[in-house]
């Protein structure tokens, strides 16, 4: 379980993030709150390697085309997400990140050449109806298209960092996880966050800076989830997010989700479950097969 476990931590890391975001995301630009969310994640890096020596091993990699792929799909996310959450509740964006698993589906047999058996094609389908399940009201309302297509686009570039972070598993060590995204970060969004800088005060600056400590410690506990168990292991465990997401819109918003919402997040979880249900067997299939 220690996997498991390490995935519903940085998944709780995660939804605090989110929710913190969603109250900063009114008053400063994406590009100074996810500036300083990387500024935060280096600077901890640097000085807990100047202070313990070198935690983490190496800092130089033998892949550096996937971990700047890694850093471009990071940023992607955080800053999509950072946007999405101004628009969206959290129950909302939270609903389109749950389609993450069978975009992941998707990429790996792209990208990895990995065998999706039909069955699991079949759940993906499902998966997506419920999401059109819970959103299609809101859509029909005239709710939010760009916050919603946010949210699809950091989902997108989640399920691709999962996929590289599967690359990557061959190099020891987790210092380079989050030197080389935490670097990128700072120098693309270093030139936006100057034009478009805000003034926090002392709670906000403690929010912004917060931001990346809950960044640094979701992005460490989800690289080492996948160390020690595989994605299809994890899938279902990240579900955690959809009582999480409901329960911060609640208490820290006041929004309660909608029984379509509830209705269409059911069907997108049983779907997730059922389609890594197939890969698994699969997978077994074609292990006994060569057994």
């Known amino acids: 379980m220690r996997g498991p476990l390490l995935l519903m931590a940085g998944i709780g890391l995660f939804g605090l993030l989110d929710a913190n975001s969603k109250l900063l995301a009114g008053d400063f630009a994406a590009a100074q709150a996810i500036f300083l969310r990387h500024a935060v994640l280096l600077g901890l890096l640097l000085a807990f390697r100047g202070a313990f020596g070198w935690p983490g091993g190496p800092l130089l990699t033998a892949h550096p085309w996937l971990h700047g792929l890694r850093a471009c799909t990071m ?3 955080g800053l999509t997400f950072y946007v999405a959450v101004r628009y969206l509740s959290l129950a909302d964006a939270y609903l389109i990140f749950f389609t993450a698993p069978f975009m992941t ?7 990895l050449k990995e065998q999706v058996p039909r069955a699991a094609w079949l759940w993906c389908g ?9 959103l299609a009201p809101q859509l029909g309302e005239g709710g939010s298209l760009y916050g919603f297509a946010c949210a699809l686009l950091g989902t997108i570039a989640y ?3 999962i996929t590289l972070n599967r690359s990557l598993r061959v190099e020891p060590g987790i210092a380079r996880l989050v030197f080389w995204p935490s670097l990128f970060g700072v120098v693309a969004t270093g030139p936006f966050a100057v034009a478009y800088w805000a003034p926090p005060d002392a709670v906000e600056w403690a929010q912004l800076l917060l931001n990346g ?3 640094g410690g979701a992005t460490i506990l989800l690289a080492l989830a996948l160390r020690h168990s ?8 990240e579900f955690i997010a959809l009582p999480l997401s409901v329960s911060l819109d609640l208490l820290v918003f006041g929004n309660a989700p909608g029984i379509e919402v509830i209705l269409g997040g059911l069907v997108v979880v049983a779907a997730c479950v059922m389609s890594e249900r197939a890969v698994s ?3 077994q ?3 006994a097969g060569k057994a």
Do not use: D
């Not at 595989?230 to 465990?237: D, Q, V």
């Open 126 to 134: 499902v998966g997506f109806g419920g999401v059109m399940i819970a």
């Open 230 to 237: 595989s994605p299809a292991r994890l899938a279902p465990f």
């Open 285 to 287: 299939g074609m292990s």
């Open 75 to 77: 940023l992607t996310a």
């Open 159 to 161: 399920a691709a960092n």
């Open 281 to 283: 067997r699969a997978r």
């Open 105 to 111: 589906l998707i990429l790996a047999r792209v990208f």
């Open 213 to 215: 400590l809950l960044a």
